[in-house]
């Protein structure tokens, strides 16, 4: 499922291989990717050239002047392809970018839960799906009010494209992994330096994500990722990973090095964050709290 670093590698992909080129056209090969948007549209295209490339958490936009932006979000499976000569013709394809000199890029997606469009400006197209703040472009300021102000678990919030754009379910198991955190802490239970701590391995692992070309089996042997689809044992301590619900997804975590954050009954009530479980010895108050790893 493409996330952040996925997105951001196919970002560069088109970079490399579309930016300065010219369209000869955009060809639709399914409709439903468009969603209700009039195929007629992608006239404009014809002959303008693509010029710089953008991305917004899972969006991918590249620059098409007096045509405007086209837009992609690569759902559950989709991809891009580069081909020379004739596009490819098979029931993935979604639509083809051909360019003026032959060849051209695809747009692949067998399960079909993607988008393709075209749009006048991205940010009046992220304002209108009220995406969040973009995971990489987030400051920490941003990221401290979004988690003291939230409600729920910090999976969920980390999950929530309205709240932050990017992260899906893999590498927010694998963020709240890096940094030690049980996936169900309720977000506002954290203080200052847990927030902070965070927020550094939100960047730490995204980053990482595209370093490694948004590859899991590339990522270093500490990766949750690497670990969780083959009833893995945590790469760190050797327990067997435990697979819990967890903001409506399958979520993977190491029971023994995840663990809640205790709460602290004075800053907890100062901010009127919402209590859960803070009575009589629960696994979030016994929990100890972990340092943040650097590793
Ligand atoms: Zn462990």
Same mark, same amino acid.
């Given at each position: ?76 499976? *989709? ?72 409600? *729920? ?49 939100i960047r730490r692992v995204l980053r990482a994500g595209i370093d490694h070309g948004a590859l899991s089996s590339r990522l270093p042997r500490h990766y949750l990722l690497r670990h969780r689809d083959d009833n893995g044992l945590c790469p760190r301590c050797g327990s067997p990973l435990r697979r819990i619900q967890a903001a409506g997804r399958t979520t993977v975590f190491c029971p023994r ?39």
């Amino acid at each position: 499922v493409p996330e952040l670093p996925d997105v951001e590698i196919f970002r560069r992909f088109l970079e490399r291989h579309a930016v300065g080129r010219v369209l000869s056209r955009v060809s639709i090969h399914d409709r439903r990717a468009l969603r209700g948007m009039p195929e007629s549209l992608f006239r404009r295209a014809a002959g303008k050239r693509v010029v710089s490339t953008r991305r917004h958490g899972k969006h991918l936009f590249a620059h098409l002047p007096g045509a405007g932006w086209l837009v992609f979000h690569f759902g559950m499976t *989709g991809s891009l392809e580069r081909f020379e000569g004739v596009a490819p013709r098979e029931p993935a394809l979604v639509a083809v970018l051909h360019f003026a000199e032959g060849g051209g890029i695809a747009f692949l997606d067998p399960r079909k839960f993607g988008r393709f469009g075209l749009v006048d400006d991205p940010d009046d197209y992220v304002s209108d799906r009220s995406l969040g703040v973009d995971a990489l472009a987030m400051d920490r300021v941003h990221f401290d009010a979004l988690v003291s102000a939230r409600r *729920g678990s910090l999976k969920a919030l980390l999950m929530d494209q309205g709240a932050v754009a990017g992260i899906g379910n893999l590498y927010a198991d694998e963020i709240l992994f890096q940094a030690g955190l049980h996936p169900l802490t309720p977000a506002a239970s954290l203080g200052p330096e847990r927030r902070a701590g965070l927020f550094g391995v939100i960047r730490r692992v995204l980053r990482a994500g595209i370093d490694h070309g948004a590859l899991s089996s590339r990522l270093p042997r500490h990766y949750l990722l690497r670990h969780r689809d083959d009833n893995g044992l945590c790469p760190r301590c050797g327990s067997p990973l435990r697979r819990i619900q967890a903001a409506g997804r399958t979520t993977v975590f190491c029971p023994r090095d995840q663990r809640g954050v205790r709460r602290r009954a004075s800053s907890a009530s100062k901010r009127g964050s919402p209590r859960r479980g803070s009575a009589s010895g629960s696994t979030v108050r016994k929990g100890r709290i972990h340092p943040l790893r650097s590793s």
